[in-house]
């Protein structure tokens, strides 16, 4: 996600891996399909982005139930979050 700045430009506190976010540069229908879309192309995307570890360890800690973070799936993080 792109910074954001304040009428004053002050930054926001916006987490440092969201600034690189790759997903902020797609439509979230890619990371939040309907029901039986796929989510390739999203965790195709995430491999490439800078911030997937960041990424997906805010997912496990606010416990994120939907879409793509951190290049998991809505399953792969369940799975994960059981081991
Ligand atoms: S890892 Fe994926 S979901 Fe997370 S910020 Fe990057 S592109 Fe977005």
Do not use: H, I
């Not at 996600?1 to 440092?16: F, G, I, Q, V």
């Not at 998991?72 to 369940?78: A, C, F, G, T, Y």
């Amino acid at each position: 996600m792109l910074s954001k700045t304040t009428d004053d430009a002050t930054p926001t506190a916006t987490p440092s891996w969201q600034e690189q976010a790759l997903c902020a540069q797609t439509g979230p229908e890619f990371f939040f399909p309907e029901p039986g879309g796929s989510v390739n192309e999203a965790k195709q995307l995430c491999l490439a982005c800078e911030g997937r570890t960041a990424c997906l360890e805010y997912a496990l800690a606010n416990d994120e139930r939907f879409g793509v973070w951190g290049g998991l799936s809505e399953k792969e993080r369940l799975r994960l979050r059981r081991r």
